[in-house]
């Protein structure tokens, strides 16, 4: 009987990889059912329902998880999913006056949820800039949709999200993306629950073979950008850039020093207690 594995991830590019190796039944190869679940609320959606039981593994920003973590979410990092850093683009409404990046950390951020991405980038790329956001500038707005409507209203002037994910928008003039943010680490990993790891080490281990298996194959396949391009309503042209500037894992290892540096970073920026006990974040295996 094949293990079922609830795993989930966001609506984007980065997460073609394992769509297709589902659809080419290459888990199902390997004795392992995938639940597919997607969270349009991101990182920040994905820990709470790691917290709650409802999914197994997930596919979430680094730093997100990592901060969850420290605060008590019972889960192990088990892989690095995206070497390279995430791109995340700054945004505002299409009317909002607003149009230079050094003008907005006094503005209101739109955020998916406290804890999510955009917000812990908001504040390490004002951190880096030596700028403060106070918590009440920051209005929660659920998903991409959300943040699109508030703009659009101007009850919000600031978004981050992944720059090649909102460029559909900026094409059509719904957006301006005013600035981009680079973030100092790989910027997907894999996590898992504790007690999912501890009784299902096999399966999981079979679960990561067959997703690295299938980001080689990505990576090797002169067609993954038409197919970029195609399913995710891209420009040719951006999802070429976006391809030739992403390197995903083709194995499990993650560092003790990437770690370590995501904590400082969180640290300075106020998201994690300078005095607070770190736990083991990386499964052991």
């Known amino acids: 009987m094949k293990k079922t594995i609830r795993l989930g991830g966001v609506p ?25 679940t997607t969270f349009k609320g991101g990182t920040g959606q994905m820990t709470k329902a790691l917290r709650n039981d409802e999914i197994d593994a997930c596919v979430l920003l680094t730093e997100g998880i990592i901060s969850d973590i420290i605060k008590g979410n019972p889960c192990k990092i088990i892989s690095t999913y995206v070497n390279t850093p995430l791109t995340w683009g700054v945004h505002t409404g299409i009317n909002n006056p607003l149009n230079n990046y050094l003008d907005i950390h006094d503005k209101k951020y739109a955020i998916s949820r406290f804890g999510s991405g955009s917000h812990l980038m908001a504040i390490v790329d ?9 918590k009440e500038q920051f209005v929660p ?17 600031v ?6 994910t ?15 943010y680079v973030t100092p680490w790989p910027c997907f990993v894999i996590a898992a629950r504790e007690d999912f790891l501890e009784a299902n080490s096999d399966d ?13 194959r990505f990576m090797q396949n002169d067609d993954s950008i038409e197919q970029v391009s195609t399913r995710y309503e891209l420009q040719y042209e951006d999802a070429e850039r976006w ?3 992403t390197e995903w894992a083709i194995h499990g290892w993650v560092t003790d020093q990437m770690v370590k540096s995501i904590i400082y970073h969180l640290k300075i920026a106020g998201i994690v207690d300078k005095n607070a006990r770190i736990p083991e974040i990386i499964w052991k295996r």
């Open 12 to 36: 984007e590019h980065f997460n073609l990889p394992i769509h297709q190796a589902i659809e080419r039944g290459e888990f199902d190869e390997r004795g392992i059912h995938i639940e597919w």
């Open 126 to 134: 004002a951190n880096q800039q030596g700028k403060l956001i106070n």
């Open 141 to 157: 707005i659920k998903n991409l949709e959300g943040a699109l409507e508030s703009l659009k209203a101007n009850e919000t002037d």
């Open 159 to 164: 978004f981050y999200w992944e720059k090649y």
């Open 166 to 180: 909102t460029k559909p928008y900026v094409d059509q003039g719904i957006l301006k993306r005013i600035g981009e």
């Open 204 to 216: 999981v281990i079979r679960m990561l073979r067959t997703i690295h298996d299938s980001t080689d």
């Open 243 to 245: 391809f030739h500037s």
